[in-house]
């Protein structure tokens, strides 16, 4: 029964992200194999990298080739809207993936938001451990397409 709640309010998550931009096209799977529910925005104009976006029981994920991050439990109201920002966010623009690249191996992509002039991390995908005193390669990645569209 949960499990059937949690699928329903991400699929009105999915479905609304869908209608805000309707001139990107996406692949709603409503019974996709390895995931409970899966929305693929894939490269396009007006998008410079693919998203995935899916449910996997209660916890709801956004997958890049640049970074993944989760939000758990879906059941929380705040935890839907930190995911809806993010989506929308990454897709406008305005949140920003930062990449801590050493050797041309990313050791870590954090997902951030602006306030106020400062970025605010929202997720942290640590790719590999290292050690602090190493320095690294910082690149900015944001989506530039969609403000032209």
């Avoid at 869908?18 to 692949?27: K, N, P, W």
């Avoid at 997720?123 to 910082?138: A, G, L, V």
């Amino acid at each position: 029964m949960k499990k059937l709640i949690y699928y329903e309010n991400a699929k009105s998550l999915f479905l609304e992200i869908e209608a805000e931009f309707s001139y990107l096209h996406m692949d709603l799977e409503l019974n996709p194999k390895y995931v409970d529910l899966s929305l693929d925005i894939p490269k396009q104009p007006g998008l410079d990298f693919g998203i995935n976006l899916n449910l996997q029981t209660d916890e709801l994920f956004i997958s890049t080739e640049l970074i993944n991050c989760s939000w758990f439990p879906i059941k929380d109201a705040q935890v839907c809207d930190m995911f809806m920002n993010a989506v929308r966010g990454i897709i406008k623009g305005e949140y920003r993936i930062l990449q801590l690249v050493r050797n041309e191996n990313v050791s870590k992509a954090i997902l951030q938001k602006p306030i106020n002039g400062i970025w605010e991390t929202v997720c942290t995908d640590s790719m590999k451990s290292h050690f602090p005193w190493e320095t690294f390669e910082k690149r900015e990645i944001k989506n530039s397409l969609s403000n032209n569209v």
